[in-house]
């Protein structure tokens, strides 16, 4: 075989593993036909449905999605109505809820519009997060969803940054 033909073939064989190794098997979310004003990255082949939060919590009527794709899985909360503080407001709130969690340890991550928090468990350690956006004089929610085996941290990191493209 000529040195050209050998080449060509290397070449190609090369481009095609660049390629396969560089594809993306994340997808853009618009939940914005779901009355949610937001574009999110998720994992491809998700399934998304009506989260069991779709309903009125202290006279607040909320709209709750949930992305799911094996471990993966987003729970997305939004109120109907204005959101009656800031961004700082709703953290505050959340991480008062986070550290009265049963088993809360620390705060492994906190940033300017969420934070991620480790629960001591009786199989060991969870993990979850909340992140929130304020879009269009709403209030965007997003934690880890429901899950019957504990999260390890690279899990919920990889849910948290999900959360983090939302727009």
Do not use: H, W
């Not at 481009?15 to 853009?28: A, E, G």
């Not at 094996?70 to 503080?85: N, R």
């Not at 480790?118 to 997060?129: A, L, Q, V, W």
């Amino acid at each position: 075989m000529k040195k050209s033909t050998k080449f060509l073939l290397i070449s190609i064989f090369l481009i095609s593993i660049f390629f396969s190794c560089n594809k993306s098997d994340k997808v853009s979310l618009s939940l914005t036909d779901k009355g949610i004003p937001v574009t999110i990255t998720v994992p491809e082949d998700y399934e998304i449905s009506d989260g069991i939060g779709n309903a009125d919590f202290e006279g607040v009527q909320y709209m709750n999605f949930v992305v799911k794709k094996d471990k993966f899985i987003l729970d997305i909360f939004m109120p109907k109505e204005s959101p009656t503080g800031k961004l700082e407001d709703y953290l505050k709130r959340a991480k008062e809820q986070a550290k009265q969690e049963n088993g809360f340890v620390e705060f492994v991550l906190e940033e300017k519009a969420g934070f991620i928090y480790k629960i001591k468990t009786s199989e060991g350690f969870d993990y979850n997060f909340n992140y929130t956006i304020i879009k269009e004089n709403r209030a965007i929610e997003f934690v880890a969803g429901l899950n019957f085996s504990d999260y390890t941290l690279p899990e919920i990191e990889k849910i948290y940054e999900a959360a983090k493209t939302a727009k």
